[in-house]
């Protein structure tokens, strides 16, 4: 047998910078990393796969300051927090700008969901500001804040504990440039959010994803249903007449977690769930119609997914508004209030109508 | 897009503005808009109840009930009795929010 040998070697590893980072330069408050502004393969994929799943998580960069170009003591300063896809949208925008960049320690959260929990906040920049030593790094006064950060940060307490004076920019990071040329001005249309066709689809797949995850209970269920037999459980029973309520499941996650949020302001009424109940409902109807889903020898099971699909979507319809800019608390559970108990009316008589089904179908009575 | 009509619980008093146009720099849905040397309400309808406004006039002139306008948490809130609190960064599963 061959004798393995080690020869010892003594490996001196600078820590790497990250792939985001060109270099260093060195401040009155330390050395701090050089910010490259053009995305790389990575970067994307990592916005991909944000979108899509929980990877976005733990998709973070270290909170602190840092360098774009070359900064010098009158450069500007934009604050962001530290999920990485919001310190990308900043980033990519200050191409052939310097400036400095203090990124908040938001657990990873973008700015506007932050703000909103409090950790895109006033005590977070003040520490912030203090950590850094931006006093010494900058000679002026002046930082700019994404503008929907005024959800958590108090300009008027900044000014008082920091003397910095807060900045409201725009509201998306594309229109900074445009900002800065402007004298720092922002026009109205930068300060107000948009909720895009593509805003919109970009969201879906986190829509899509949650309702998926418990498809399987719901096909699980349909199944034991049109399997049950006073003889036991028949698979083939279960196929042929569980296969369209499969069918109109998955089309009812379409209508209520894709369709909907991407058609939202053709849908007719601004609720929510009305808006879910209208899709599905229209979406039920066409299957009905053209793919002769309903061949359903019993109308009880026509009724049913009827009374059943809508409801179902327009519930997931509802979650959307999590997702929007413009939906309120107390609409919400305006909504809620009256929705819930149609929600729950609509799967108490359809269970009942399941049951007469099968009783029918059984011939028991 | 609009939301539910007369439901925002903003509530505004002109008198106290002292008419520093930082609501009107804040708030991302333009409820708010400078008329003379104080800022006024353009469409409450299109409120969604952020508090930016709130947080950020040094004069008291805006209360509002803040919250987030998103199903999974209220329902949430209902559940555990607390208030609603999107899931963002607790649950890796969570909701659509953020």
Redesign the interface.
Known sequence: MQKLTFIPTTVIKKKPLPAWASGTISTPAGVVLKVRTDLSRADIWGMVKSRAS?FR?HYIVPPGLYAVGKPAKESDVFVTANYKMSFDALRRELKGINAWVLVLDT????V??A???GTFGTDELVKRITEANLKAVVSHHRIILP??G???????TIQKKTGFRVS?GP?RAKDISAYINSGYK?T?EM???K?SVWDRLV?TP??IN?VM?KYPWFAAAVLFIFGLQPSGILFQQAWSGGLPFLVLGLLTVFSGAFLTPVL??FVPF???AIKGWLVGLASIFLAAQFFSLMNMQHKLLLVTSFILFPALSSYIA???????????????????KIGIPLYLGALGISLVLIVLFKIREWGVV | ?????N???LKYSMEKCAGCG?C???????VFVMQGKRAAIADLD????????A??C?FNAIAV???????????RG?LTGGE???G??DT???????
């Open positions: 929980a998580m657990k990873g959260i973008n506007w969901c703000a909103g929990k503008q929907l005024g959800v958590g940060v108090s300009a008027g409201f509201v922002k109205t300060s107000l959010t909720f969201l986190m829509e949650p995850k939202l302001p601004r609720s929510f509802l979650q959307f508004t999590g997702a929007t800019t413009f939906t309120g608390m107390s609409g919400v559970k305006r909504e809620l | 897009m609009k939301y539910l009509r439901m925002s619980t930082r009107v720099e804040v708030c991302p849905q333009g299109l409120c969604m109840e952020c508090g930016a406004c947080k950020n040094d009930n803040v919250g987030v306008g998103c199903a999974s948490a209220v329902i209902m609603p609190t999107c963002c960064g890796p599963t969570g909701s659509s929010c953020c």
